[in-house]
T-cell receptor
C-alpha cells in the first residue's frame, strides 16, 4: 500500500494564479484532511471531509476550496494564490472522524507564491 | 478551542542520552494524544499515542506519559541514536479535531 500520496511535490506560483493540490489514499479511510505547516506554527487544519460527499471548514479555510472527489481522493484548490499561502501542505486520512482516530499523513506539497 | 504548547523548541543530546519533550493542553475534554516524528522533507509519522484512560505507554525506546489533572503529557526517548534526529510534534484531540504543538527539533550528536 502506498498510504497517502500527494501531487505535486513542489510548485511555484505567481500571485493571482490558481492551482489544485491532489491527494489520494489507498487505506479505505473515510475521513480526509488538509493541513498547512508554517515555521513555528505547527500544523493547522484548513478543511476536512468526514466522509465521502461532505466537507467542512477547519481553523484556516480562507482562500481555499476543497473537493472530495470520491472515497480515495480529496483535492485542495487555491483560486487566486497569495504570498501568504506560501507553505507546506499536508494531506492526511483516518479510518473515521473521531477524537481518538489516528491520522496518517502524506509526504507534503511545498508551495511558493511569488 | 484547544491550545497546545510544546517545549523545548530545540533540543540537543549526546548519543545514548535520554530526551524528554513536554506538551501542555488547555481543554479538559481532550482524550487522545498522539506524537509524530517528521524527518526533513517528509510528512509527519505517528510514533506513539496515548488515550486518556491510560497514564503511560511504552514502545521499545519510546514512552509517553499523561497527567490529566495537570493537563500535560511528555515524550521520553531513551538511548538516543543519530536516526532519532528529527522534528517531533505533539497533538491533542478535542471534539474530533487535532491541535498540534509547534514542534521540537531534536538533534542527537554522535
Amino acid at each position: 500500500n502506498a498510504g497517502v500520496t500527494q501531487t505535486p511535490k513542489f510548485q511555484v506560483l505567481k500571485t493571482g494564479q490558481s492551482m489544485t493540490l491532489q491527494c489520494a489514499q489507498d487505506m479505505n479511510h473515510n475521513s480526509m484532511y488538509w493541513y498547512r505547516q508554517d515555521p513555528g506554527m505547527g500544523l493547522r487544519l484548513i478543511y476536512y471531509s468526514a466522509s465521502e460527499g461532505t466537507t467542512d471548514k477547519g481553523e484556516v479555510p480562507n482562500g481555499y476550496n476543497v473537493s472530495r472527489l470520491n472515497k480515495r481522493e480529496f483535492s485542495l484548490r487555491l483560486e487566486s494564490a497569495a504570498p501568504s499561502q506560501t507553505s507546506v501542505y499536508f494531506c492526511a486520512s483516518s479510518p473515521m472522524r473521531g477524537a481518538q482516530e489516528t491520522q496518517y499523513f502524506g509526504p507534503g506539497t511545498r508551495l511558493l507564491v511569488l | 478551542g484547544e491550545n497546545v504548547e510544546q517545549h523545548p523548541s530545540t533540543l540537543s543530546v549526546q548519543e545514548g542520552d535520554s530526551a524528554v519533550i513536554k506538551c501542555t493542553y488547555s481543554d479538559s475534554a481532550s482524550n487522545y494524544f498522539p506524537w509524530y516524528k517528521q524527518e526533513l522533507g517528509k510528512g509527519p509519522q505517528l510514533i506513539i499515542d496515548i488515550r486518556s484512560n491510560v497514564g503511560e505507554k511504552k514502545d521499545q525506546r519510546i514512552a509517553v506519559t499523561l497527567n490529566k489533572t495537570a493537563k500535560h503529557f511528555s515524550l521520553h526517548i531513551t538511548e538516543t541514536q543519530p536516526e532519532d534526529s528529527a522534528v517531533y510534534f505533539c497533538a491533542a484531540s478535542s471534539l474530533e479535531q487535532f491541535y498540534f504543538g509547534t514542534g521540537t527539533s531534536l538533534t542527537v550528536i554522535p
